[in-house]
């Protein structure tokens, strides 16, 4: 037994031994490099390497094989001076080292510029935060993977960790919860699935908003199309208003209110974050989120929705829109075209507003789908031909007869005509380029016009008979139609406000008081699988919580950045969440400023600034400082503050820093003295060469 | 046998001369204070409510500060917090530094920062040819815009502006709202939320010169108290 502990003490100290150390070392450090560069995740590496209780070990190695190897110097004489000052320094700063990984702090301080902050996130390590109503908040240590009671002293409160799951997905549910439409005031009220086969949607329930108004209608769907399901809900409403709540499959709410026009408003509120969300009580009574129905209010549509209301009041806010301007032109005194001005002085001698009759012309043409108004027209039989130019009047004559003959459904057919019709034109429409029948006829109409001083004279006395389609062939002379006049491809910001303006000239949207619709917002978490980067994990933790004979189960989703929600239990006696672990310093640390240096000339950074208050909690002092990439604050007692990185200032927040802290207990008794004394025993070993051969 | 020998000394000697070193860059530092800038009061049933001090900045010590009297209501918000003069011996120019809050109980209620940059240009008849900068800024808590101009005003043919429209972000804003029941909070979180405008005044030359000492001055400009 002697013998073998003898071998062992020799082996310890042994070069062969420190040559073991430093190779498994340098493995370990090259396993390290590489899983880090594979995974891009410096957790996952460390939790194999660094962080490995082995690399402890090996460490504790060097430490021993260090001690060893002088002691088995012994009985020391003068020429190991130098050998023995080397290793002193070498287990100083091992020491140090040992001394830094049980006894030190490493964590994050994340500051706004004007805030401060006195407690640092240790990074890795996390949290169960129990608030309540008069106590300071308390955090307690939680290790996710030892399932148990979490301790705790405190007034009774028990809580136990049940499950982990080491990554999930989270989102929120608002109005629809357990397949019932949830509004505070109302009962819950059941959810419709809109598929194909339902030809009309059934619904939920009718709830009056306004004393002696007609109840509204409401309607709470699932579907997988919500442009579908829209469209069918908005063509079978009827005069009533309703309300309704459409869930798709990525379970975000469309929430939208009809009014009996027909104008829309419509919110969308997302599973992933609803908005607003409201605290109610700070949290203690949970969360919420709203839906305020103002007066005259039609927000932009999306997609589907606008889609749908377009179809079917597309072409009346059109037409409306394009009433405003004919309006806005006369206003200006803009000179009108002939045919324009032909009509206003009709509607002038008739007391006939001319921008809305002129339109509602216009719409009723283009309804009847003819290349020339078809038929008769109340207001076209009082239009005055002896206004106009008489060479016009042959020419819109002309086009009434000659396109009144023709086929005007197939390009061939019209060219076919004409040719049998010994239209000396013909060829010129041949070659046009374009030959869609519209671009044929607007160019024969262009060809009667130009030549019509060449055509014979009609009979004057016949335009008693068909005014609105000689009329309609002026207009064509002129390209002026409801389809020439409108924009074709419209976007939908333009459809939105089309609609909107539309839907305001019909007083339509119009509530006597805005009307707010609440309802909770609880979080839902889905299980996925866990990804090798382990920063990108959202860890999630199930806790029994008891008191007094109460119970509850409530599943804490991993808020890294410790400014997330705290969720409420027992009736809203307490709130929990589960977060990094933070730890108090004696410093508080106050950031007013942070820069970004850029290069000269450029955009790009070139280092980051910080200047920071920093109070010694201790005695009071203050000290201003400025930190940036490269320069480093270290205090006395061994925290080190280096500027990590920087986020840009928005109207939501200001500039952000990350400061990462380091408390290093032993850097000035162990580390640092170490290090002097190895450099000294360095010197020595080579100045006097004391094992050299004379 | 140990040898001491010329060489060794040396190296240990320069060792200790590695190990000295200074970060002093030699170049002498303005002697500045820091001066308290207290808020807004208000006629509460016939009283005035009292100035809680709410912001700091360091100032250098020749400029002169003017404050309104104790008496004096400051309700109104066309009046400063309190006012700077930088004076010029010789030819007797000055330049005129005020500082304005502008408390509000909704965030809804504030003004954009551009309307407040526009309106300062709005003032101007002329705009030098230079012409102006505006840009974003964002310090101590705040976020805003810059402002420096020149041109001439009805009263002033040669004016230049440095100005700063400041408000806290959304989130400063909120953190910096109490509970309605928090009455002790109320008054002092309704000064400490409020937008504010730093502009100085002066003729172009004078400016020019003490340019960089206002811009410093401006930067320096925080709330007393952090952000909760």
Same mark, same amino acid.
């Given at each position: 037994?002697?013998?073998?502990?003898?071998?062992?003490?020799?082996?310890?100290?042994?070069?062969?031994?420190?040559?073991?150390?430093?190779?498994?070392?340098?493995?370990?450090?090259?396993?390290?490099?590489?899983?880090?560069?594979?995974?891009?995740?410096?957790?996952?590496?460390?939790?194999?390497?660094?962080?490995?209780?082995?690399?402890?070990?090996?460490?504790?190695?060097?430490?021993?094989?260090?001690?060893?190897?002088?002691?088995?110097?012994?009985?020391?004489?003068?020429?190991?001076?130098?050998?023995?000052?080397?290793?002193?320094?070498?287990?100083?700063?091992?020491?140090?080292?040992?001394?830094?990984?049980?006894?030190?702090?490493?964590?994050?301080?994340?500051?706004?510029?004007?805030?401060?902050?006195?407690?640092?996130?240790?990074?890795?390590?996390?949290?169960?935060?129990?608030?309540?109503?008069?106590?300071?908040?308390?955090?307690?240590?939680?290790?996710?993977?030892?399932?148990?009671?979490?301790?705790?002293?405190?007034?009774?409160?028990?809580?136990?960790?049940?499950?982990?799951?080491?990554?999930?997905?989270?989102?929120?549910?608002?109005?629809?919860?357990?397949?019932?439409?949830?509004?505070?005031?109302?009962?819950?009220?059941?959810?419709?699935?809109?598929?194909?086969?339902?030809?009309?949607?059934?619904?939920?329930?009718?709830?009056?908003?306004?004393?002696?108004?007609?109840?509204?209608?409401?309607?709470?769907?699932?579907?997988?199309?919500?442009?579908?399901?829209?469209?069918?809900?908005?063509?079978?409403?009827?005069?009533?208003?309703?309300?309704?709540?459409?869930?798709?499959?990525?379970?975000?709410?469309?929430?939208?209110?009809?009014?009996?026009?027909?104008?829309?408003?419509?919110?969308?509120?997302?599973?992933?974050?609803?908005?607003?969300?409201?605290?109610?009580?700070?949290?203690?009574?949970?969360?919420?989120?709203?839906?305020?129905?103002?007066?005259?209010?039609?927000?932009?549509?999306?997609?589907?929705?606008?889609?749908?209301?377009?179809?079917?009041?597309?072409?009346?806010?059109?037409?409306?829109?394009?009433?405003?301007?004919?309006?806005?032109?006369?206003?200006?005194?803009?000179?009108?075209?002939?045919?324009?001005?032909?009509?206003?002085?009709?509607?002038?001698?008739?007391?006939?507003?001319?921008?809305?009759?002129?339109?509602?012309?216009?719409?009723?043409?283009?309804?009847?789908?003819?290349?020339?108004?078809?038929?008769?027209?109340?207001?076209?039989?009082?239009?005055?031909?002896?206004?106009?130019?008489?060479?016009?009047?042959?020419?819109?004559?002309?086009?009434?007869?000659?396109?009144?003959?023709?086929?005007?459904?197939?390009?061939?057919?019209?060219?076919?005509?004409?040719?049998?019709?010994?239209?000396?034109?013909?060829?010129?429409?041949?070659?046009?380029?374009?030959?869609?029948?519209?671009?044929?006829?607007?160019?024969?109409?262009?060809?009667?016009?130009?030549?019509?001083?060449?055509?014979?004279?009609?009979?004057?006395?016949?335009?008693?008979?068909?005014?609105? =389609? @000689?009329?309609?062939?002026?207009? *064509?002379?002129?390209?002026?139609?409801? $389809? &020439?006049?409108?924009?074709?491809?419209? /976007? #939908?910001?333009?459809?939105?406000?089309?609609?909107?303006?539309?839907?305001?000239?019909?007083?339509?949207?119009?509530?006597?008081?805005?009307?707010?619709?609440?309802?909770?917002?609880?979080?839902?978490?889905?299980?996925?699988?866990?990804?090798?980067?382990?920063?990108?994990?959202?860890?999630?933790?199930?806790?029994?919580?008891?008191?007094?004979?109460?119970?509850?189960?409530?599943?804490?989703?991993?808020?890294?950045?410790?400014?997330?929600?705290?969720?409420?239990?027992?009736?809203?006696?307490?709130?929990?969440?589960?977060?990094?672990?933070?730890?108090?310093?004696?410093? =508080? @640390?106050?950031?007013?400023?942070? *820069?970004?240096?850029?290069?000269?000339? $450029? &955009?790009?950074?070139?280092?980051?600034? /910080? #200047?920071?208050?920093?109070?010694?909690?201790?005695?009071?002092?203050?000290?201003?400082?400025?930190?940036?990439?490269?320069?480093?604050?270290?205090?006395?007692?061994?925290?080190?503050?280096?500027?990590?990185?920087?986020?840009?200032?928005?109207?939501?927040?200001?500039?952000?820093?990350?400061?990462?802290?380091?408390?290093?207990?032993?850097?000035?008794?162990?580390?640092?003295?170490?290090?002097?004394?190895?450099?000294?025993?360095?010197?020595?070993?080579?100045?006097?060469?004391?094992?050299?051969?004379? | 046998?140990?040898?001491?020998?010329?060489?060794?000394?040396?190296?240990?000697?320069?060792?200790?001369?590695?190990?000295?070193?200074?970060?002093?860059?030699?170049?002498?530092?303005?002697?500045?204070?820091?001066?308290?800038?207290?808020?807004?009061?208000?006629?509460?049933?016939?009283?005035?409510?009292?100035?809680?001090?709410?912001?700091?900045?360091?100032?250098?010590?020749?400029?002169?500060?003017?404050?309104?009297?104790?008496?004096?209501?400051?309700?109104?918000?066309?009046?400063?917090?309190?006012?700077?003069?930088?004076?010029?011996?010789?030819?007797?120019?000055?330049?005129?530094?005020?500082?304005?809050?502008?408390?509000?109980?909704?965030?809804?209620?504030?003004?954009?920062?551009?309307?407040?940059?526009?309106?300062?240009?709005?003032?101007?008849?002329?705009?030098?040819?230079?012409?102006?900068?505006?840009?974003?800024?964002?310090?101590?808590?705040?976020?805003?815009?810059?402002?420096?101009?020149?041109?001439?005003?009805?009263?002033?043919?040669?004016?230049?502006?440095?100005?700063?429209?400041?408000?806290?972000?959304?989130?400063?804003?909120?953190?910096?709202?109490?509970?309605?029941?928090?009455?002790?909070?109320?008054?002092?979180?309704?000064?400490?939320?409020?937008?504010?405008?730093?502009?100085?005044?002066?003729?172009?030359?004078?400016?020019?010169?003490?340019?960089?000492?206002?811009?410093?001055?401006?930067?320096?400009?925080?709330?007393?108290?952090?952000?909760?």
């Amino acid at each position: 037994m002697g013998k073998f502990l003898f071998s062992l003490y020799r082996f310890l100290g042994s070069l062969q031994c420190a040559l073991f150390l430093i190779g498994t070392t340098a493995l370990f450090v090259i396993v390290g490099t590489v899983l880090e560069s594979f995974s891009e995740s410096h957790l996952f590496a460390a939790k194999l390497t660094y962080s490995h209780p082995l690399f402890s070990l090996l460490i504790w190695g060097f430490f021993l094989n260090i001690l060893l190897s002088s002691l088995r110097r012994y009985p020391f004489k003068v020429k190991h001076i130098p050998f023995l000052i080397t290793h002193l320094g070498l287990l100083m700063i091992l020491s140090g080292v040992l001394v830094k990984v049980y006894f030190g702090t490493q964590g994050t301080l994340t500051l706004a510029e004007g805030a401060s902050k006195q407690k640092i996130t240790r990074q890795g390590e996390m949290a169960l935060l129990v608030a309540d109503h008069k106590n300071p908040d308390v955090e307690y240590r939680v290790d996710v993977h030892a399932k148990g009671p979490i301790p705790r002293q405190k007034d009774g409160l028990h809580l136990h960790l049940v499950n982990h799951y080491p990554h999930i997905k989270k989102s929120y549910s608002s109005w629809i919860k357990d397949h019932k439409l949830h509004i505070f005031g109302l009962s819950p009220m059941p959810i419709v699935n809109d598929d194909d086969e339902k030809i009309e949607i059934p619904k939920s329930s009718r709830a009056r908003f306004y004393e002696g108004d007609t109840p509204w209608d409401i309607y709470a769907i699932m579907t997988h199309d919500v442009g579908k399901t829209f469209s069918k809900l908005y063509q079978q409403r009827s005069d009533t208003p309703l309300l309704a709540f459409i869930q798709d499959d990525h379970q975000d709410i469309y929430s939208i209110f009809i009014e009996k026009h027909g104008g829309v408003s419509a919110k969308k509120f997302l599973a992933e974050k609803p908005s607003p969300f409201i605290s109610l009580d700070k949290g203690f009574k949970g969360y919420a989120t709203e839906w305020i129905l103002k007066d005259k209010q039609m927000d932009p549509l999306e997609k589907p929705l606008l889609e749908s209301v377009f179809q079917v009041h597309g072409k009346a806010a059109l037409a409306f829109n394009l009433q405003e301007k004919i309006k806005d032109a006369c206003s200006t005194s803009k000179e009108l075209s002939p045919p324009l001005w032909m009509w206003e002085m009709m509607c002038l001698m008739s007391s006939i507003p001319f921008a809305e009759s002129f339109v509602a012309f216009l719409t009723d043409w283009d309804d009847s789908r003819g290349w020339l108004y078809p038929k008769e027209h109340a207001l076209a039989k009082h239009l005055d031909f002896s206004l106009i130019p008489k060479s016009d009047l042959e020419a819109s004559l002309w086009s009434a007869t000659i396109l009144e003959d023709l086929d005007l459904s197939d390009s061939n057919e019209i060219l076919h005509n004409l040719e049998q019709k010994e239209w000396p034109l013909v060829e010129a429409l041949k070659k046009q380029e374009d030959q869609n029948p519209n671009a044929l006829l607007t160019l024969l109409t262009q060809q009667i016009f130009s030549a019509s001083h060449a055509l014979p004279l009609q009979m004057i006395s016949h335009i008693n008979e068909g005014k609105a =389609k @000689i009329f309609s062939a002026y207009l *064509r002379a002129y390209d002026i139609h409801l $389809s &020439t006049l409108m924009p074709g491809n419209l /976007s #939908d910001q333009e459809k939105n406000l089309l609609l909107t303006h539309y839907f305001e000239s019909k007083s339509a949207l119009e509530m006597r008081e805005p009307i707010t619709l609440m309802t909770s917002i609880i979080p839902v978490f889905q299980k996925v699988q866990e990804k090798i980067k382990l920063e990108d994990n959202v860890p999630l933790i199930q806790v029994v919580v008891k008191k007094a004979g109460a119970l509850q189960s409530i599943y804490l989703d991993y808020d890294q950045g410790g400014n997330g929600l705290k969720w409420p239990i027992l009736d809203g006696q307490y709130l929990l969440s589960f977060k990094a672990l933070t730890q108090a310093i004696p410093y =508080k @640390i106050r950031l007013r400023t942070a *820069r970004q240096i850029n290069y000269p000339n $450029s &955009t790009q950074p070139h280092s980051y600034e /910080s #200047d920071l208050i920093i109070t010694d909690l201790r005695n009071g002092e203050e000290l201003e400082k400025t930190i940036s990439m490269n320069e480093v604050h270290e205090t006395w007692d061994g925290y080190r503050f280096y500027l990590a990185s920087m986020t840009p200032p928005s109207l939501e927040s200001a500039k952000r820093v990350q400061i990462v802290v380091n408390h290093d207990p032993a850097k000035y008794f162990l580390t640092y003295p170490g290090a002097i004394i190895l450099t000294l025993g360095i010197v020595l070993l080579f100045a006097l060469r004391p094992y050299r051969h004379v | 046998m140990i040898h001491y020998n010329l060489n060794f000394i040396l190296l240990i000697l320069s060792l200790f001369c590695l190990t000295a070193c200074t970060s002093n860059d030699g170049t002498p530092k303005e002697i500045k204070t820091v001066e308290i800038i207290k808020g807004r009061n208000f006629l509460e049933g016939g009283t005035l409510t009292s100035r809680l001090p709410i912001y700091r900045a360091k100032v250098p010590l020749d400029w002169i500060r003017y404050d309104c009297l104790p008496s004096e209501s400051l309700s109104d918000t066309t009046k400063p917090l309190c006012t700077f003069h930088i004076l010029d011996k010789e030819t007797k120019d000055s330049i005129r530094i005020t500082i304005h809050n502008f408390p509000s109980e909704k965030i809804e209620h504030r003004i954009p920062v551009k309307e407040q940059i526009n309106r300062w240009l709005n003032q101007f008849e002329t705009i030098s040819s230079q012409g102006s900068v505006t840009c974003q800024e964002s310090f101590n808590g705040f976020i805003g815009m810059y402002l420096s101009t020149a041109g001439s005003q009805p009263k002033a043919p040669d004016l230049s502006v440095l100005g700063w429209a400041l408000q806290l972000p959304k989130d400063h804003y909120h953190a910096l709202t109490p509970h309605p029941s928090d009455e002790t909070s109320k008054a002092k979180y309704l000064q400490m939320r409020a937008d504010v405008t730093i502009k100085a005044q002066g003729t172009s030359w004078l400016m020019q010169r003490h340019q960089e000492a206002i811009e410093a001055f401006a930067r320096s400009f925080e709330l007393i108290d952090e952000i909760p």
